[in-house]
């Protein structure tokens, strides 16, 4: 076992880790957020998408000890205020982005920083941007629509 | 009513959960001493068992238990058929289903063998490498046009051959009719499908409470009540002993249907043995093996017709896969059969199929369920009609539709829900019309397409219709209940996998009891809530889930009616529910709010009158006499790169009736979703087994599902004709998307390569495909 000092959605942890343990376990099983869903476990489906030091990445593809130091966050910093939705998620509503929303976690996460980056992405951009996420249930459209929405909201807050 | 809500695109009920990742997922659920669980599963298609030795897997530290078929007892036994043999005359049905763990033979690569409990999942995976296990290979049958030569192994060895089930159904007489034919076109067409690949996998958490003798179990089913009622058969409980608990569900599609897997047999049976809750969910690998498919039929069809393009006939024989074990009866090859014909008038049909198992993963339902395989065979038949006889294709397809005074429509042969076939309602013209319309059809044919090849681009349009039968029985129910604050409940028996259950049948309840929608809370998937109903599949939720809903919600309208006209001292149609309260028509000022009334229908003193009931709350149940048939109209034009062999989707229509539509919002995703599956089945993804029964395509990096970049923006027309069989006038839509794509697609992508003279008749393509057939039509292999 190896201990861990891990910043994660602004609260620090100091856990004991066995070395082969997944990132996308720790955060599930250690720390009980349970928002960052696994899909594949191989890297490809992007459904545990988080962010670590800011830059979206996939926790099934890293050990939660590479994350002693780091700060991560995840789909819960957004908000657990059902009343008050963060825009990409009001957007994703509003569009009726996500169906059974087991995807949607990692696609939220891919898109905070998008949308930091690219205020006002063109569709293309936006399809580019979501290849690292598979959604099996929407076929994109509506996810497209919604990051559209989403970057209209963020500009007018 | 003030406001009706059904009709409306209003935005869900249950996604500011999904959105800040606080729905329960079955994966979620975690338990004080939960043990985890892995399967040991064959790694050979077809072999014996000879030995199996635990003793150094027990050995490590962490693992618990471990068990095999041995150990199971009287448990052991082959899974309860889900869908019985319909009764149609003279067929074959072979009945052979999955046990719960492979004992003596193993019958397919990923067939569970041994399951693993221990502290943690890792250790759990650690373990299955420490197990001994002594198989003698046999060869495996795995090719579905000689799994019946003399030659072939058994895969079921007291069976003669491997023939699952032989069916041959008729309408009218085609070999007759057939004689007066001015054309006759026979081809041969492979149409193959892939796995739903749901992005979450399967998953099973079980708990037995030795003190309350009750099993809790959350399940990803779509079917939480036949599990229920199943589970407590096999294991000696009554069914007030099982709960099965259908939280979220990642995704559905068919194969999270009441399959009784070999994981949902031994989980719970582990809980209670040990005593210890036990969670085992699928990794993706598990799931591209253990998850049913749908995969191929071959078929060898016939079509006859007049000079003018009228279709006389058609003669369908075909091969279908089963796979290792057929639990869910003959779903998928009657679907096939029953959705051949389409929108068209046929008088004339012979069609046969013999069911084979295989040394695969077993197959059932995957959204479209069979259709798909009919659908491309008689829309490619009618586009090689078209190009013989000199007629357009769009218009070939319009001489033959059935018209709208033909219905009821008969189609005489027996469907999946076991009677004949019937198309409720339908006025397929108008569809077919603006499919043409959106798509400038014949602006694309004249001017369009000439244009562009002449610019030496290689682009092609399709177009297809077809039926989809929805919304069968037998039936579903729900309890509707205004509670003390004026919200109100709903508790139905049929899962939720994503399609805004929570949403559409809100928006049924608020228009009967005149509250909002918000206000309006679904609960599906628990059995100890709802106790009966099937499950939501063959796209019925909204159907008769839907129409159950609306009987229970005008039953609690009436009680508020009369008990609030009992307490304002009026009658009831003085009366009108709006906003959440019950008020005077003509004066909005004297109301009793629902949730005073509420409590009020709830006395703790005094006395009732004989025969009432507490409480504003109602029970009842809704069952179609037969499904409702939806159609549609899909076309798409395409550009095939010359170099790659890539194909673009430069536009993508869809023209759809489906009845009246609850939420055209929901409506218009389920499309949107069901095309993105038609179009990873036409060109992305193919389940590729090796010649030992390997499936080598086991990682989704192998097996594509589309991306952002891969789906085009669907444009999406509607059409309405109600179905006559359910007071909300509502045909099922959850399918349809999936169901004609793969036609559309070899025909437009045929268009575009016309200079090279392909046929297309299987799917699905792929570049590489695409490339082998234009040198096999140039004659260059």
Same mark, same amino acid.
């Given at each position: 076992?190896?201990?861990?000092?891990?910043?994660?959605?602004?609260?620090?942890?100091?856990?004991?880790?066995?070395?082969?343990?997944?990132?996308?376990? =720790?955060?599930? *099983?250690?720390? $009980?957020?349970?928002? %960052?869903? /696994?899909?594949?476990?191989?890297?490809?489906?992007?459904?545990?998408?988080?962010?670590?030091?800011?830059?979206?990445?996939?926790?099934?593809?890293? =050990?939660?000890? *590479?994350?002693? $130091?780091?700060?991560? %966050?995840? /789909?819960?910093?957004?908000?657990?205020?059902?009343?008050?939705?963060?825009?990409?998620?009001?957007?994703?509503?509003?569009?009726?982005?996500?169906?059974?929303?087991?995807?949607?976690? $990692?696609?939220?996460? %891919?898109?905070?920083?998008?949308?930091?980056?690219?205020?006002?992405?063109?569709?293309?951009?936006?399809?580019?941007?979501?290849?690292?996420?598979?959604?099996?249930?929407?076929?994109?459209?509506?996810?497209?629509?919604?990051?559209?929405?989403?970057?209209?909201?963020?500009?007018?807050? | 009513?003030?406001?009706?809500?059904?009709?409306?695109?209003?935005?869900?009920?249950?996604?500011?959960?999904?959105?800040?990742?606080?729905?329960?997922?079955?994966?979620?659920?975690?338990?004080?001493?939960?043990?985890?669980?892995?399967?040991?599963?064959?790694?050979?298609?077809?072999?014996?068992?000879?030995?199996?030795?635990?003793?150094?897997?027990?050995?490590?530290?962490?693992?618990?238990?471990?068990?095999?078929?041995?150990?199971?007892?009287?448990?052991?036994?082959?899974?309860?058929?889900?869908?019985?043999?319909?009764?149609?005359?003279?067929?074959?049905?072979?009945?052979?289903?999955?046990?719960?763990?492979?004992?003596?033979?193993?019958?397919?690569?990923?067939?569970?063998?041994?399951?693993?409990?221990?502290?943690?999942?890792?250790?759990?995976?650690?373990?299955?490498?420490?197990?001994?296990?002594?198989?003698?290979?046999?060869?495996?049958?795995?090719?579905?046009?000689?799994?019946?030569?003399?030659?072939?192994?058994?895969?079921?060895?007291?069976?003669?051959?491997?023939?699952?089930?032989?069916?041959?159904?008729?309408?009218?007489?085609?070999?007759?009719?057939?004689?007066?034919?001015?054309?006759?076109?026979?081809?041969?067409?492979?149409?193959?499908?892939?796995?739903?690949?749901?992005?979450?996998?399967?998953?099973?958490?079980?708990?037995?409470?030795?003190?309350?003798?009750?099993?809790?179990?959350?399940?990803?089913?779509?079917?939480?009540?036949?599990?229920?009622?199943?589970?407590?058969?096999?294991?000696?409980?009554?069914?007030?002993?099982?709960?099965?608990?259908?939280?979220?569900?990642?995704?559905?599609?068919?194969?999270?249907?009441?399959?009784?897997?070999?994981?949902?047999?031994?989980?719970?049976?582990?809980?209670?043995?040990?005593?210890?809750?036990?969670?085992?969910?699928?990794?993706?690998?598990?799931?591209?093996?253990?998850?049913?498919?749908?995969?191929?039929?071959?078929?060898?069809?016939?079509?006859?017709?007049?000079?003018?393009?009228?279709?006389?006939?058609?003669?369908?024989?075909?091969?279908?896969?089963?796979?290792?074990?057929?639990?869910?009866?003959?779903?998928?090859?009657?679907?096939?059969?029953?959705?051949?014909?389409?929108?068209?008038?046929?008088?004339?049909?012979?069609?046969?199929?013999?069911?084979?198992?295989?040394?695969?993963?077993?197959?059932?339902?995957?959204?479209?369920?069979?259709?798909?395989?009919?659908?491309?065979?008689?829309?490619?038949?009618?586009?090689?009609?078209?190009?013989?006889?000199?007629?357009?294709?769009?218009?070939?397809?319009?001489?033959?539709?059935?018209?709208?005074?033909?219905?009821?429509?008969?189609?005489?042969?027996?469907?999946?829900?076991?009677?004949?076939?019937?198309?409720?309602?339908?006025?397929?013209?108008?569809?077919?019309?603006?499919?043409?319309?959106?798509?400038?059809?014949?602006?694309?044919?004249?001017?369009?397409?000439?244009?562009?090849?002449?610019?030496?681009?290689?682009?092609?349009?399709?177009?297809?219709?077809?039926?989809?039968?929805?919304?069968?029985?037998?039936?579903?129910?729900?309890?509707?209940?205004?509670?003390?604050?004026?919200?109100?409940?709903?508790?139905?028996?049929?899962?939720?996998?994503?399609?805004?259950?929570?949403?559409?049948?809100?928006?049924?309840?608020?228009?009967?009891?005149?509250?909002?929608?918000?206000?309006?809370?679904?609960?599906?998937?628990?059995?100890?809530?709802?106790?009966?109903?099937?499950?939501?599949?063959?796209?019925?939720?909204?159907?008769?889930?839907?129409?159950?809903?609306?009987?229970?919600?005008?039953?609690?309208?009436?009680?508020?009616?009369?008990?609030?006209?009992?307490?304002?001292?009026?009658?009831?149609?003085?009366?009108?529910?709006?906003?959440?309260?019950?008020?005077?028509?003509?004066?909005?000022?004297?109301?009793?709010?629902?949730?005073?009334?509420?409590?009020?229908?709830?006395?703790?003193?005094?006395?009732?009158?004989?025969?009432?009931?507490?409480?504003?709350?109602?029970?009842?149940?809704?069952?179609?006499?037969?499904?409702?048939?939806?159609?549609?109209?899909?076309?798409?034009?395409?550009?095939?790169?010359?170099?790659?062999?890539?194909?673009?989707?430069?536009?993508?229509?869809?023209?759809?009736?489906?009845?009246?539509?609850?939420?055209?919002?929901?409506?218009?995703?389920?499309?949107?979703?069901?095309?993105?599956?038609?179009?990873?089945?036409?060109?992305?993804?193919?389940?590729?087994?090796?010649?030992?029964?390997?499936?080598?395509?086991?990682?989704?990096?192998?097996?594509?599902?589309?991306?952002?970049?891969?789906?085009?923006?669907?444009?999406?027309?509607?059409?309405?004709?109600?179905?006559?069989?359910?007071?909300?006038?509502?045909?099922?839509?959850?399918?349809?998307?999936?169901?004609?794509?793969?036609?559309?697609?070899?025909?437009?992508?045929?268009?575009?390569?016309?200079?090279?003279?392909?046929?297309?008749?299987?799917?699905?393509?792929?570049?590489?495909?695409?490339?082998?057939?234009?040198?096999?039509?140039?004659?260059?292999?």
């Amino acid at each position: 076992m190896i201990q861990i000092t891990v910043i994660v959605n602004g609260i620090t942890h100091t856990l004991q880790v066995e070395p082969r343990l997944l990132l996308s376990d =720790f955060l599930r *099983q250690d720390l $009980g957020l349970t928002g %960052t869903h /696994v899909g594949c476990e191989h890297g490809v489906c992007g459904s545990c998408t988080i962010l670590f030091d800011g830059d979206a990445v996939r926790a099934c593809l890293m =050990f939660a000890v *590479q994350a002693n $130091g780091h700060e991560i %966050t995840t /789909v819960e910093s957004l908000t657990t205020d059902m009343e008050r939705l963060h825009p990409i998620q009001r957007a994703f509503r509003e569009t009726h982005a996500l169906q059974c929303g087991f995807c949607t976690s $990692g696609i939220l996460m %891919t898109l905070i920083p998008f949308l930091e980056k690219n205020p006002d992405p063109t569709e293309a951009d936006i399809r580019q941007a979501l290849t690292g996420n598979l959604c099996r249930c929407t076929g994109y459209q509506h996810i497209v629509a919604a990051v559209q929405r989403a970057a209209q909201l963020q500009q007018k807050p | 009513m003030a406001t009706r809500y059904f009709g409306q695109r209003i935005q869900r009920n249950e996604d500011p959960r999904l959105l800040t990742g606080q729905a329960l997922f079955v994966d979620d659920v975690m338990l004080p001493r939960l043990a985890h669980i892995a399967f040991v599963r064959s790694p050979h298609a077809h072999a014996l068992i000879h030995r199996i030795d635990t003793k150094s897997a027990l050995k490590r530290e962490g693992v618990i238990a471990i068990f095999t078929a041995e150990d199971l007892g009287d448990y052991w036994q082959p899974a309860p058929i889900v869908v019985p043999p319909p009764p149609i005359q003279d067929m074959t049905f072979n009945k052979r289903t999955q046990p719960p763990l492979a004992k003596g033979k193993a019958r397919f690569v990923g067939e569970p063998i041994a399951v693993i409990v221990a502290e943690s999942r890792y250790i759990a995976e650690d373990a299955i490498r420490d197990m001994q296990i002594e198989y003698e290979l046999l060869s495996p049958v795995l090719d579905i046009e000689h799994a019946l030569d003399a030659n072939q192994p058994l895969i079921h060895d007291d069976l003669p051959d491997n023939l699952g089930a032989h069916v041959v159904q008729r309408k009218g007489d085609y070999d007759r009719a057939a004689q007066s034919a001015d054309l006759i076109i026979k081809r041969r067409f492979d149409y193959d499908r892939g796995t739903a690949a749901a992005i979450e996998n399967r998953g099973i958490v079980a708990s037995w409470d030795t003190r309350d003798q009750r099993l809790t179990i959350w399940d990803t089913t779509q079917a939480p009540v036949p599990i229920r009622n199943g589970l407590a058969k096999l294991l000696g409980l009554g069914e007030n002993q099982v709960r099965v608990i259908a939280p979220f569900i990642g995704g559905g599609f068919g194969p999270k249907v009441m399959m009784f897997y070999q994981e949902e047999l031994i989980v719970p049976w582990v809980a209670m043995h040990l005593g210890r809750p036990v969670k085992w969910i699928e990794d993706r690998a598990e799931n591209f093996v253990g998850t049913s498919h749908e995969r191929g039929q071959v078929h060898e069809s016939e079509i006859a017709l007049t000079a003018d393009g009228k279709i006389i006939g058609v003669k369908d024989t075909f091969i279908h896969d089963c796979g290792a074990y057929i639990p869910y009866g003959l779903t998928l090859p009657l679907n096939t059969q029953c959705t051949l014909l389409g929108c068209y008038d046929v008088q004339h049909y012979t069609t046969e199929f013999e069911a084979v198992f295989t040394n695969k993963t077993l197959v059932a339902p995957y959204r479209g369920a069979g259709r798909q395989h009919g659908v491309f065979v008689m829309e490619r038949l009618l586009d090689i009609a078209a190009k013989e006889l000199g007629i357009d294709r769009a218009e070939i397809r319009r001489r033959n539709l059935i018209p709208p005074d033909a219905f009821p429509y008969h189609n005489e042969i027996i469907y999946q829900d076991f009677a004949p076939l019937v198309y409720d309602s339908g006025n397929y013209e108008p569809s077919l019309d603006k499919a043409l319309e959106m798509i400038d059809y014949q602006d694309f044919i004249e001017n369009i397409q000439p244009q562009l090849k002449a610019e030496g681009r290689y682009v092609g349009i399709g177009i297809a219709t077809y039926v989809e039968g929805t919304g069968i029985g037998p039936y579903e129910g729900a309890r509707v209940q205004v509670m003390g604050n004026g919200k109100v409940s709903v508790v139905t028996g049929i899962g939720t996998q994503g399609q805004g259950h929570f949403t559409s049948f809100a928006q049924i309840v608020a228009d009967q009891l005149g509250v909002e929608v918000c206000d309006v809370s679904i609960t599906t998937g628990d059995t100890n809530l709802f106790y009966w109903g099937a499950g939501t599949f063959a796209s019925r939720g909204a159907v008769v889930a839907g129409n159950a809903i609306n009987e229970a919600a005008k039953d609690v309208r009436q009680k508020i009616l009369k008990l609030a006209a009992e307490k304002l001292h009026v009658t009831e149609d003085e009366l009108e529910l709006t906003q959440g309260v019950v008020h005077l028509k003509h004066n909005p000022n004297i109301f009793i709010a629902l949730g005073d009334l509420a409590t009020q229908a709830n006395p703790l003193r005094g006395a009732v009158k004989p025969g009432t009931e507490p409480g504003l709350e109602a029970t009842n149940y809704f069952g179609p006499e037969r499904g409702a048939t939806a159609n549609g109209v899909h076309a798409a034009i395409v550009e095939v790169d010359p170099d790659t062999f890539d194909v673009h989707i430069l536009r993508y229509v869809v023209v759809h009736d489906c009845g009246n539509v609850i939420n055209p919002l929901i409506l218009d995703g389920q499309i949107h979703g069901g095309t993105a599956q038609g179009i990873g089945n036409a060109f992305y993804e193919k389940l590729v087994y090796d010649d030992q029964g390997h499936l080598l395509s086991i990682s989704l990096l192998d097996y594509l599902l589309p991306n952002a970049m891969n789906i085009p923006h669907i444009e999406i027309g509607h059409e309405v004709t109600p179905s006559p069989l359910n007071p909300l006038g509502i045909k099922g839509a959850g399918e349809a998307g999936a169901i004609p794509v793969g036609p559309v697609f070899a025909q437009a992508v045929e268009d575009a390569l016309s200079e090279f003279g392909v046929e297309i008749r299987e799917i699905p393509l792929s570049p590489s495909r695409l490339w082998e057939l234009v040198q096999q039509a140039q004659g260059k292999v």
